[in-house]
């Protein structure tokens, strides 16, 4: 079965440091894509990153950082110097068959508020 | 603004009531999703339509719910008979398939359903 697991329910830093979001997932599938997207009380949810399954390359973006690790089911995402600007629910997502084939749509796990305090 | 439009951005209706949603997608999206998100909770999927074609209903989709996109543009989502439980956020997103390949999903601000 898919599934998405991310344990922190909620996370409060000060500003300026740096804080990970853990995300697990599940899947029988060896094709699948990952996602990161953000979520501001606005209620809109901004898309990040999306990951194939064959990359596992780290990739950086500004201040965001994200470590997918086959090995473990795992797919982290690093704020470096957190910014008020930051504070927002986080969901990690996955899609299974190239994004589409059958299947369209997007698991997304429970998320992680993270509260950024000046 | 050229993202995903959902209309009223607020509803509240009385138990047993019926509720339309509009979502309009980014124009030259042939793929259009809705989601419900309960407070706490991640989106989970309802349904998808490519075009005009309903492609997929998840079973949360009871058959009070009722989704359309008539002409492969806008989509509607309606609730018959609205109960308690049916109150949530309901969201709209939009992609292009494309050959073998989907795009991102871009999201609207939602809809946010209140049954009294």
């Known amino acids: 079965a898919q599934k998405v697991t991310q344990a922190q329910t909620e996370i409060s830093v000060v500003e300026k440091e740096d804080v990970t979001l853990d995300c697990v997932y599940e899947?029988?599938?060896?094709?699948?894509?990952l996602f990161w997207y953000k979520q501001p009380p606005s209620g809109e949810l901004v898309f990040l990153i999306r990951?194939?399954?064959?990359?596992?390359q780290n990739e950086i973006s500004g201040r965001y950082s994200w470590n997918f690790q086959k090995s473990t089911s795992s797919f982290n995402f690093t704020i470096t110097a957190s910014q008020v600007v930051d504070s927002a629910v986080y969901f990690c997502a996955l899609s299974e068959k190239n994004y589409g084939g059958s299947q369209g749509n997007l698991i997304f796990g429970k998320g992680t508020k993270l509260s950024v305090k000046p | 603004d050229t993202g995903v439009s959902q209309d009223p951005r607020h509803k509240i209706t009385k138990r047993g009531q019926n509720v339309t949603f509009r979502c309009d997608p980014i124009?030259?999206?042939?793929?259009l999703y809705w989601y419900r998100q309960t407070l706490g909770q991640g989106p989970e999927f309802l349904t998808y339509f490519q075009n005009e074609a309903q492609l997929e209903k998840s079973r949360l989709l009871s058959d009070r719910f009722s989704a359309e996109r008539p002409k492969g543009s806008f989509s509607t989502l309606e609730i018959q008979r609205t109960e308690q439980g049916d109150s949530a956020m309901y969201l709209c997103a939009s992609s292009t398939w494309q050959g073998n390949m989907n795009t991102e999903a871009f999201f609207g601000q939602g809809t946010r359903l209140t049954v009294v």
């Open positions: 124009s030259e999206h042939n793929r």
């Open positions: 899947t029988r599938d060896t094709t699948y894509y």
């Open positions: 990951r194939n399954s064959f990359d596992e």
